[in-house]
């Protein structure tokens, strides 16, 4: 399997290629094609033309050729917004004779599909603010605790802040350390030392269970938790120091005891059982996965919709109203879809308009554990939880076996590739695999060509989350669920890190992973945060620091394309580029060969050094670095383009 090249013609849905919005049907969008010469220095096309669908049907329209620059040539064309949703690709011809199409997942010498066509929602677009931001998750009840005194809940088995926690079998749902809402906003120095500007908390309405997706009700946050004015008062904090925060809501099922449900069992006729899907009432019903405590939502109905989500008065609109600054959808994949019923993108459409009547800027991130790429087209969702096109990735390319493996195979010469060690490859009966770059990058072009690129980029990027192991222990670090100091699992992790803070889309750092912390599955990985900095291991909490402020300093890395460079086994290298900036990303897991890129390509002037050492220069060629590690290089910024661009 070979990997792409920076002499791939190339094109995304960034500002660089797409001129910005907002559009409306009708508009003529500007569209551009970077066309790199050919290795003998002929121009790498004769002609290009854009291949659009309009009502279904394929419409042609030539490109013009434009300036030259690093040895390419830009290609221009309009495209009618005649759909809400535009699907487009690109002929390319000669020389020679040369057969070529530029789809989203890349160049191919042959037809392909349109499933695989770039993506333009023409009229819905995610909120500009987004972007810019990295995200911080916070499992409320282990995160701090403002008070010793908290009343312990009826369902719960209190424990001591230092307590193991309990990773799987008997108590893991009632094992509670009574972290609340008020320590989280008495900690907001912590998240704005990482960098991050968004807090995403996991559920804080009542609950029966320490994660509250069982909710009780919708209609009041938790008492443990410090209750309603407890959540208005974390708003009142996170929004004086910057920082927004993002709300979960459980649209695809409630609790067995939550109110609507109770409702709906006591009366068949009452107006709640139609909120749900009942075999035999009132003790036989559709539960999420069968698991009796979780039963299922139907949005067929209409007061459904009206108490869940539409208008100012619903649960969405309420709690927008009370300060959240938009919501985490959790099952976004499996709402409103039972049986024969898909309601999924009603329920999305739905949403969005009630959030964006109250607050235009208000995000909507899905939870999808899989392939989201249907789900994200249209005016539903702005994004999802990239675990497919992000997380599965770097996980079977970072996997470093169990702990101590890793380094013991490097120290013994047996080469880099890591062991496996019988994690949970992410709900899959298997272990993680072990990959090489060309499959991982594979996978992410091919699920990310099935979506828009804004709704890419308003995605968010996890290395791990509440619900998986922590990425410290996938690559190799400790599994006891405390802070790991190890060499080998801290600098796999260390260039899983750079990955996440240098790819489009929404970093979302799970809190704990900045200090080290280990676990090997969603349960056991929600430990108590340790406050004290000593337990911290410091190299992992510097380069947290630093990789999120090379983030926010580089308008590339937030705003800019990404065009794969180059891509071996054990190296990925990919540029991020903007009108203002233009970033080379190289991240190898392993020593090993040389990676040489046309200097020309790359402005015909040397890197300069963000984060790391500078490439040296060999001749026509650009040399980086054959040995393991996460740089970073500034490149001569495009002013050809850039010029031409403000004066068209």
Same mark, same amino acid.
Request: hydrophobic share 40%.
């Given at each position: ?46 002609? !290009? !033309? ?53 789809? =989203? ?24 603010? !987004? ?105 009142? @904090? ?27 069992? @006591? ?64 099952? @976004? ?28 800027? =208000? ?78 990058? =594979? ?206």
């Amino acid at each position: 399997m070979t990997g792409p090249t920076l002499r791939d013609p190339h094109h995304d849905g960034s500002v660089r290629f797409v001129a910005p919005g907002p559009h409306a049907l009708g508009d003529d969008v500007r569209l551009t094609v970077l066309v790199p010469d050919l290795a003998d220095g002929r121009e790498g096309a004769e002609r !290009v !033309v854009l291949r659009s669908l309009r009502d279904g049907e394929p419409h042609l329209a030539p490109a013009a050729p434009g300036e030259r620059t690093a040895g390419s040539r830009w290609w221009t064309v309009e495209m009618r917004l005649v759909n809400p949703v535009m699907r487009y690709r690109f002929f390319l011809g000669g020389p020679d004779g040369g057969y070529r199409w530029l789809n =989203a997942e890349g160049v191919h010498a042959r037809d392909t599909s349109d499933g695989a066509d770039f993506v333009l929602n023409a009229v819905a677009t995610p909120p500009d603010w !987004v972007v810019d931001q990295v995200a911080y998750q916070i499992f409320p009840d282990r995160f701090a605790r403002s008070s010793p005194d908290t009343p312990r809940p009826v369902w719960a088995d209190e424990v001591s802040w230092e307590t193991p926690v309990i990773g799987s079998g008997p108590g893991v749902e009632r094992q509670w350390y009574g972290g609340d809402l008020d320590g989280i906003a008495a900690r907001l120095d912590h998240v704005v030392a990482l960098g991050a500007g968004v807090i995403y908390l996991t559920p804080v309405f009542e609950g029966r269970s320490n994660h509250r997706y069982d909710a009780v009700t919708f209609d009041r946050v938790d008492p443990a938790l410090g209750g309603d004015a407890a959540l208005r008062r974390l708003i009142d @904090a996170a929004h004086a120091r910057g920082l927004r925060v993002l709300g979960d809501l459980t649209t695809n099922h409630t609790g067995r005891e939550h109110e609507w449900f109770l409702a709906a069992q @006591a009366d068949a006729d009452a107006p709640e059982a139609a909120f749900y899907r009942f075999r035999e009432h009132p003790d036989d019903y559709v539960a999420w996965l069968d698991v009796p405590s979780l039963p299922k939502l139907d949005h067929a109905g209409e007061e459904i919709r009206r108490r869940l989500y539409r208008g100012p008065d619903s649960v969405v609109g309420r709690w927008l109203l009370a300060g959240l600054d938009g919501w985490r959808i959790d099952v @976004a994949n499996m709402t409103g879809r039972l049986g024969a019923d898909d309601l999924a993108h009603e329920v999305a459409r739905e949403i969005r308009a009630t959030m964006h009547a109250i607050d235009p800027e =208000a995000w909507l991130l899905a939870e999808h554990g899989h392939d989201a790429g249907g789900d994200l087209v249209g005016d539903g969702w702005d994004g999802t939880m990239d675990y497919q096109g992000f997380t599965r990735p770097l996980w079977v390319w970072l996997n470093g076996g169990a702990p101590g493996a890793a380094a013991a195979a490097e120290a013994a010469g047996t080469g880099p590739r890591p062991v496996e060690h019988g994690l949970d490859f992410l709900g899959l009966p298997a272990d993680v695999p072990v990959l090489p770059a060309t499959a991982v990058t =594979a996978t992410m072009r091919e699920v990310h060509a099935a979506m828009p690129w804004a709704a890419q980029a308003a995605s968010t990027l996890h290395l791990d989350s509440h619900d998986t192991p922590r990425f410290r222990t996938v690559v190799g670090g400790g599994t006891d669920g405390t802070v790991d100091r190890s060499g080998a699992g801290r600098r796999r992790h260390l260039l899983g890190l750079a990955l996440q803070l240098t790819m489009p889309g929404v970093p979302s750092i799970f809190a704990g992973d900045e200090i080290g912390l280990t676990g090997i599955n969603g349960e056991h990985s929600r430990t108590p945060f340790p406050w004290d900095p000593a337990a911290w291991d410091a190299p992992t909490w510097d380069a947290y620091r630093t990789w999120v402020a090379l983030r926010a300093d580089n308008v590339a890395l937030r705003r800019g394309g990404l065009r794969w460079a180059h891509v071996g086994a054990d190296s990925i290298t990919y540029l991020r580029e903007h009108p203002e900036q233009r970033v080379l990303v190289h991240v190898a897991r392993a020593d090993g060969e040389e990676v040489r890129l046309p200097l020309d390509l790359l402005g015909g002037e040397a890197p300069v050094a963000l984060q790391g050492s500078a490439p040296r220069v060999e001749g026509a060629d650009v040399v980086l670095p054959a040995v393991a590690g996460a740089l970073l290089w500034q490149l001569a910024t495009d002013t050809t383009w850039t010029s031409s661009k403000e004066n068209a």
